[in-house]
Every structure is written in C-alpha cells, then in structure tokens.
C-alpha cells in the first residue's frame, strides 16, 4: 500500500510540475519530455516518473489481481517502463517503440480494471474527459490522466 500511494504522489507530483513549468496543459504526458528540455528544464523527470512508479505499483497491482488477468497488470506496468525508457516518440525508431508501449499501457490496464470489475472508474472518468477537453483542450493528456487515475483508484480498492 505505502509503495502504491508513493507512486500515486510521484507521478501526480511530475504532472504538476510540469504544468507549472509549461504554465499549461501539455498535448499528452509524453510530451512534457519535449516541453520540460525546451525550456531548461531536466527532461530525464519524464523519464523518472513513468519508470519508478511503475516498479513502485507493480507488486501491489500484481497481488490484488486475479492469476488469470495478472499478465494484463504486468503488461501495462511494462509497457510504462518501456514508455520512460523510450521517451524520444518524434524519432522513427524510438517513437515506434514509444507509441507501441503506450498502446500496450493503456490497452492492458482498460482491460485490466474493466475483468475486476471497476468498469465504472474509467467510464466516468472519460466522461469527464469531455469537459476538460471542451474546457482546455488537450484531450490525449485528459485520456492519459484518467487512465491513470482509474488504474490507481482500482487497485486502492481492491487493496482494501
């Protein structure tokens, strides 16, 4: 639980830090990595936090999933590492492995939270995608945010 909630906080950490820098929504997530270097600031924080909460959530992720699904929490979990290692997603090689990650991410961690049951997180939560988007644009980093969001909340739950 203390490692899950470590996770949480680093990862909603980077995401204000990098609005701040930005004074901003960023496109996505991934595009902090580009924003952050643009203006001075250390890029490698991107890949800080998708990699350490990552490793952070995965032993908690994995124990409350069923044995039957727990490939999914280890996939998505992967493919977030894989998403901080590959942060470069303008370049060919690099973005193909960045893009395929990040598809692999949240494919994996949907399907996750919708076989346990939580269904209910993510629809909600994209529901109110709407409105950020409407509101400030920017709707791949609104989709990001609340599949987060949803795989933290799920796994809190099923903690308890």
Do not use: N
């Given at each position: 639980m203390i490692c899950m909630l470590i996770s949480l906080v680093l990862i909603a950490a980077y995401i204000v830090y990098a609005i701040s820098v930005m004074q901003g929504i960023p496109w996505s997530v991934s595009d902090t990595y580009y924003q952050l270097d643009k203006r001075g600031r250390p890029k490698w924080l991107f890949q800080a936090a998708m990699i350490v909460p990552a490793f952070l959530l995965l032993p908690a992720?994995?124990?409350?999933?069923?044995?039957?699904?727990?490939?999914?929490?280890?996939?998505?979990?992967?493919?977030?590492?894989?998403?901080g290692a590959a942060p470069c997603f303008?370049?060919?090689?690099?973005?193909?492995?960045?893009?395929?990650?990040?598809?692999?991410?949240?494919?994996?961690?949907?399907?996750?939270?919708?076989?346990?049951?939580?269904?209910?997180?993510?629809?909600?939560?994209?529901?109110?995608?709407?409105?950020?988007?409407?509101?400030?644009?920017?709707?791949?980093?609104?989709?990001?945010?609340?599949?987060?969001l949803s795989v933290y909340l799920t796994v809190f739950c099923l903690l308890l």
């Open positions: 992720w994995l124990d409350v999933s069923p044995v039957e699904i727990q490939f999914l929490a280890f996939l998505s979990g992967v493919g977030l590492i894989f998403v303008k370049l060919e090689l690099e973005g193909k492995v960045h893009y395929i990650a990040t598809g692999v991410c949240g494919v994996a961690s949907l399907a996750w939270i919708c076989l346990v049951g939580y269904w209910l997180f993510p629809l909600l939560l994209f529901a109110s995608c709407i409105y950020l988007t409407y509101r400030y644009q920017r709707p791949m980093f609104w989709v990001e945010c609340s599949l987060f």
